[in-house]
T-cell receptor
Framework: AQRVTQPEKLLSVFKGAPVELKCNYS??????LFWYVQYSRQRLQLLLR??SRESIKGFTADLNKGETSFHLKKPFAQEEDSAMYYC?????????FGEGTQLTVNP | GAGVSQTPSNKVTEKGKYVELRCDPI?????LYWYRQSLGQGPEFLIY????????DSGLPNDRFFAVRPEGSVSTLKIQRTERGDSAVYLC?????????????FGEGSRLTVL
């Protein structure tokens, strides 16, 4: 069975500091991984997916199959990055989400 | 419409009652998903439709939960004999891709409270 673990429920950093949101997964097949974000009073939306190897809003995430991780990183956090972040794994017809990390970027 | 629409946005009911939650996906999206999100948890998969048929309903917790999508567009999640543990936000999402996961577009959710 697939599982996604986000070890930090809360993460607080200062503006301009680097930020890393951790995500580990367990899956027997070839994983397809995503980060979704929910800003305050907005709906859940896709931030980025590993197959695109893209940088969105300054965020990047690299799939590390050896460590079964897909950590989300940004070198200089901004106040508008404050949100709930969910790591998700696709397996067949379902998307399995982690429990989420609430990121707060302080001024 | 501009996005996935869910109604009602809030529903308060009493234990044992029947509830229907409606989802109107983005026009043209053939894939539709229902998720449930309890407080402090990530979204939990319930059911996936491809067109009119339920392609995967293995996430439905028990036979009190049922969902339909008769014309391949609007979907209704039905909960019979509600229990206090059913209280959660029910999220609907739609996707353009026919197989696997493209980008999922979520609605704002229906918050169900069972007293």
């Amino acid at each position: 069975a697939q599982r996604v673990t986000q070890p930090e429920k809360l993460l607080s950093v200062f503006k301009g500091a680097p930020v890393e949101l951790k995500c580990n997964y367990s899956y027997s097949g070839s994983p397809e991984l995503f980060w979704y974000v929910q800003y305050s009073r907005q709906r859940l939306q896709l931030l980025l997916r590993h197959i695109s190897r893209e940088s969105i809003k300054g965020f990047t995430a690299d799939l590390n199959k050896g460590e079964t991780s897909f950590h989300l990183k940004k070198p200089f956090a901004q106040e508008e990055d404050s949100a709930m972040y969910y790591c998700a794994l696709s397996s067949g017809s379902r998307l399995t989400f982690g429990e989420g990390t609430q990121l707060t970027v302080n001024p | 419409g501009a996005g996935v629409s869910q109604t009602p946005s809030n529903k308060v009911t009493e234990k044992g009652k029947y509830v229907e939650l409606r989802c109107d996906p983005i026009s043209g999206h053939t894939a539709l998903y229902w998720y449930r999100q309890s407080l402090g948890q990530g979204p939990e998969f319930l059911i996936y439709f491809q067109g009119t048929g339920a392609a995967d309903d293995s996430g439905l917790p028990n036979d009190r939960f049922f969902a339909v999508r008769p014309e391949g567009s609007v979907s209704t999640l039905k909960i019979q004999r509600t229990e206090r543990g059913d209280s959660a936000v029910y999220l609907c999402a739609s996707s353009l891709r026919r197989r696997g996961y493209g980008e999922l577009f979520f609605g704002e959710g229906s918050r169900l409270t069972v007293l």
